[in-house]
């Protein structure tokens, strides 16, 4: 630590932690659509990560289309494609839903290698659709350049943004699930199966619309994610092992718990970069959750369930 | 006696099956192909270890690990480093800076060779090593999690996660274990150069003889009471834990004989193709070996061998002339495999081929009579090994039972 001063010290120390602050809301958007699907269903879906680069790709689609053909749009595309992004994720969890995941609820541990089975196709498909090269959207000006609170702390915009969009998202998520009539329906079928389905839900319906919003609500992370980094075939499953643990240390089927646990592995892996490798930091991340799981293995904050 | 013979080769049926996939291995395989190809055979079935320990672990423990090649890479790893000691001594290693040490080491500025490795210099304790340290760290993953009743999917993606970390750590340490590149440049094992044609073909034979040998181990176990409580814990395992049994410890035993399996690959997979890298360890590979005890049946010893055999054939084929469309087909594999045929190719075997087999043979033993009904008996979706299926089974077999004696049992 030397040849730095103690102001300088705490401008990084800063930094870093907003640099964790954006990994946690890469963490906190895929891992949202994670933990209600697993929460409700106790479905693994290895290809949610996959949802997100459709959501990504379906960002930079847009992009194009509307430099293309309407330049003048380009500052407002942004909010259209997030739409976009949730529509085409949710449509094609959806189909997923119907054409594979229902048919292998019983055998959860199936279901893990036939959707990673579909990560693997869908990869494929988007190496011969777009390119085996990383692509990125034209970003609107007003998500460039960095913010500057204090002298010597630059915090970027798309960072800001993102957070800002993750915040909305996890907002309206707990909305939906506790304020709304749906909600309601989908706790009940995630607290009891059974009855759920004798008091009238339509369980099957509730499954089937729970896990297109996961997929959406990836879809949408995607977007967001387009706006840090670039996206390649396989940029969604870079994340798809950080945030399965990300759900099952937060306990599954608790929304508070996937914040708290995807904050805390956000933050202690980018503090951590910053006095050791990358790769170790991540090493050492990952392996105080897995003991930390293997001694509270229910998670953080965990729910109680009649299976 | 004839009982445990019985037990060990599964029946006349059993005997057949390991006898086909002996001269497989043995005859067919050498004669067909030249000594390039048959090195290749012989990786292949280096993963087929791997497949028979997932059949014990999966197919009958229910425990689906995502972290095989955790233990393959370990064991490959304590065989590489042997060699790789050997393969630097200070006659060969002079114009490094500091002979003596593995060339990776020289490269990253170690000027010692680290004290993990001081004990690789001897033969013995690398064997023991081989099937030690990967049982161990198995040891230790499953108490940690079977002992507080975590299983299944939490289970798959712990091991999954731990599979990630070894291969970054791996990565990182690139002075201590090699990095990204592995282990290279292997030669000799106690001076014997294993990189000849004579000595491949050697090492071919002594896998296949270690991998009958590994069937028969896994064979002795699903024939005996374990394998039947293993099966019981599989389907109701509350129903067993309230029968008084200790659950957790042979889910930790079965756990732990597929590690060593994989292990014994790992290292045979080092002396065949000559180094070892994180690349066989992550969570690509690892999930790779799944689908070969997929595609064979899970519930097949012998049908996981064929399924790491053809996967891989498939892959090398594909990969050379399609590349494009082997990802199409590997993901289609795992979607098939899963959701038509959860029992592989040992499943189609023996709801499909053996009765209409059983059949022919019926009716040729009729001697040219008119021709008996097909009673083909449903297939169950979780049907046990053809050996052990009930009664129901044996309709065409009992009509042949003039000309054939039942196997005692």
Redesign the interface.
């Known amino acids: 630590m030397d040849g730095y001063s103690a102001s300088e010290l705490a401008n990084i120390f800063a930094m870093q932690a907003f640099a964790g602050v954006s990994l946690f809301s890469v963490f906190v958007l895929m891992a949202l659509g994670l933990a209600i699907i697993f929460g409700q269903m106790?479905v693994?879906n290895m290809a949610h990560g996959e949802f997100l680069t459709i959501g990504a790709y379906s960002t930079v689609m847009m992009s194009i289309l509307a430099e293309k053909y309407m330049p003048s749009f380009l500052p407002y595309y942004f909010i259209f494609a997030i739409v976009v992004a949730f529509i085409v994720a949710f449509g094609i969890g959806y189909l997923v839903e119907f054409l594979?995941i229902r048919?292998?609820y019983r055998?959860?541990?199936?279901?893990?290698?036939?959707t990673?089975?579909?990560?693997?196709?869908?990869?494929?498909i988007f190496?011969?659709a777009f390119g085996a090269r990383e692509v990125s959207a034209t970003l609107p000006e007003w998500l460039m350049g960095s913010w500057q609170p204090i002298e010597g702390v630059d915090i970027p915009i798309n960072g800001l943004f993102v957070l800002a969009l993750t915040a909305f998202l996890s907002l309206a998520v707990f909305i939906f699930l506790f304020r709304s009539r749906w909600g309601l329906k989908v706790r009940a079928t995630t607290q009891n199966r059974l009855m759920a389905g004798a008091v009238g839900i339509s369980t099957p319906m509730v499954d089937r619309i729970t896990f297109a919003l996961g997929c959406g609500i990836a879809g949408v992370a995607g977007a967001a994610f387009t706006t840090i980094a670039s996206t390649g075939p396989t940029s969604g499953s870079l994340y798809i092992?950080d945030t399965?643990?990300v759900v099952?240390f937060g306990g599954a089927g608790s929304l508070l718990g996937t914040f708290a646990s995807a904050f805390s592995i956000a933050q202690a892996q980018s503090v951590m970069e910053f006095f050791m490798?990358g790769?170790?930091a991540?090493?050492l991340t990952?392996?105080t959750?897995?003991i930390i799981?293997?001694i509270r293995?229910e998670g953080l904050f965990s729910v109680k369930v009649r299976k | 006696m004839h009982v445990a013979m019985d037990k060990l080769f599964g029946g006349r049926e059993g005997l057949v099956g390991l006898a086909i996939l002996a001269a497989v291995i043995f005859i067919v395989m050498p004669l067909t192909f030249d000594i390039f190809r048959l090195n290749l055979v012989g990786k292949y079935l280096t993963y087929a270890f791997v497949a028979i320990g997932l059949v014990l672990c999966?197919g009958y423990g229910?425990i689906?690990s995502?972290g095989q090649g955790i233990f393959f890479g370990l064991g490959g790893y304590c065989m590489a480093m042997f060699l790789k000691l050997e393969a630097s001594d200070p006659e060969s290693t002079k114009i490094q800076s500091t002979p003596g040490i593995p060339d990776f080491m020289d490269w990253n500025q170690l000027t010692a060779l680290p004290w993990f490795w001081e004990p690789f210099h001897s033969l013995s304790f690398s064997l023991l090593a081989v099937l030690a340290v990967p049982c161990l760290f198995a040891f230790i993953i499953s108490v940690?999690?079977f002992k507080?009743?975590?299983g299944?999917?939490?289970f798959?993606?712990?091991t999954?996660?731990?599979a990630?970390?070894l291969t970054?750590?791996i990565?990182?340490q690139q002075g201590y274990i090699g990095g990204i590149n592995g282990i290279t440049d292997l030669r000799t094992l106690k001076g014997w150069d294993i990189r000849t044609d004579e000595a491949k073909y050697v090492l071919y034979f002594l896998n296949g003889a270690l991998l009958i040998g590994a069937i028969l181990v896994g064979r002795l176990i699903i024939t005996s009471k374990l394998g039947r409580l293993l099966l019981a814990m599989r389907d109701r395992e509350d129903r067993v834990r309230f029968s008084g049994y200790d659950v957790s410890s042979f889910k930790i035993f079965v756990f732990c004989v597929g590690a060593m399996m994989s292990a014994i690959g790992g290292a045979m997979f080092t002396l065949q193709v000559g180094f070892m890298s994180p690349s066989f360890i992550g969570?690509v590979p690892s999930?790779e070996m799944?689908?070969f005890t997929?595609v064979g049946g899970r519930m097949s010893l012998i049908g996981a061998v064929y399924g790491a055999l053809i996967v891989n054939f498939a892959k090398t084929y594909f990969s050379e002339s399609f590349p494009?469309l082997w990802?199409?087909l590997?993901?289609?594999?795992?979607?098939a495999?899963?959701?038509l045929f959860?029992n592989g190719l040992a499943g189609i075997y023996s709801s499909h081929i053996k009765p209409k087999f059983a059949a022919w043979r019926a009716r040729r033993g009729a001697g040219g009579g008119p021709p008996l009904p097909e009673v083909a008996p449903p297939p169950e979706p979780a049907a046990p090994k053809p050996a052990e299926r009930p009664a129901a089974a044996a309709v065409p077999r009992s009509l042949a039972a003039g000309i054939q004696s039942e196997p005692s049992r």
């Open positions: 106790g693994i594979m048919h292998l055998r959860p541990l199936d279901t893990l290698l036939a990673w089975g579909l990560s693997l196709i869908m990869q494929q190496r011969s092992v399965f643990l099952v490798s790769s170790m991540k090493v990952l392996l959750v897995i799981l293997m293995p | 999966w229910g689906l995502l940690a999690m507080r009743r975590v299944g999917v939490y798959a993606i712990i999954q996660a731990i990630l970390i970054i750590l990565v990182g969570i999930i799944v689908i997929a494009a990802l199409f590997m993901g289609g594999l795992f979607i495999v899963v959701m959860p």
